[in-house]
């Protein structure tokens, strides 16, 4: 990818994640805030929206670091167990821990006397739901291939960017963040494929653009070139 493209996807996560934060977060947190509304306090308004905008701009910087980190241990792990299709198995393998754990963990560190395991699902329901729509829209623009690793990065990736919201059980912050990092990388591994085209294809115009201007920088060099005595 060139490097005008990674600023244009760096930039262009931050405004996902900082526009779906405010819009999300206006309905999560309406019971703290609906009172500037009605009250019509324009300053109020515009901090909350600041601080929502703020919120969301750092939920995007951790998942862009968790994409990128990703990418890196997606090399890593074709290359250690050399089979594509082994790897894509012990991704299902982390998927379904994951999930397993989402649930399991939260309902025996959070859950009260009496509590019924079924709210806990929830959570993980969003992560697979949204998980498998955006892996096949994935897979549908690229190739088959990438199902399981899309679906691997949009539910583990996830979930490890998830982790200080999941610790604290925060429920004013822990859906917000959900839906913005699910956002942020959603958007990422749905634009990636396009960047690396579009780069690609800036090459190219370069190399042809350059290369004729080399060949006749060549041809005046020696033109110019002092004959030897």
């Known amino acids: 990818m060139t490097s005008r493209n990674l600023v244009k996807l760096f930039k262009n996560t931050l405004v996902v994640g900082g526009v779906t934060t405010v819009i999300f977060g206006l309905f999560v947190r ?37 994409f990128f980190a990703y990418l890196t241990i997606h090399r890593f792990g074709l290359g250690i167990f050399k089979s594509a299709s082994l790897w894509n198995a012990v991704q299902i393998v982390l998927i379904l821990f994951g999930l397993f754990d989402l649930v399991y963990l939260r309902y025996i560190n959070f859950a009260k006397t009496g509590d019924s395991i079924l ?55 822990f859906y917000l963040m959900a839906i913005a990092l699910l956002a942020c990388n959603a958007y990422q591994l749905l634009i990636l494929h396009k960047l690396n ?30 004959p030897s005595i």
Do not use: C, H
Not at 47 to 66: D, H, K, P, R, T
Not at 125 to 136: D, H, P, R, T
């Open 30 to 66: 309406w019971q703290l805030l609906q009172s500037f509304f009605i009250d019509f306090k324009i300053l109020d308004i515009i901090s909350a929206i600041a601080w929502l905008m703020l919120m969301g701009f750092l939920f995007s910087v951790i998942s862009q670091m968790g």
């Open 119 to 173: 709210p806990f699902f929830v959570p993980a329901l969003l992560l697979l739901v949204v998980g498998l729509a955006v892996a096949w829209l994935k897979s549908k623009e690229t190739n088959r291939a990438a199902f399981i690793p899309a679906l691997f990065f949009m539910i583990v990736a996830t979930l490890v960017e998830w982790v200080p919201v999941l610790r604290e059980n925060a429920e004013n912050w």
């Open 197 to 226: 085209a579009q780069s690609e294809q800036e090459r190219q115009s370069r190399i042809k653009q350059t290369g004729p201007v080399a060949e006749k920088n060549k041809k005046k060099k020696k033109m110019t070139k002092k």
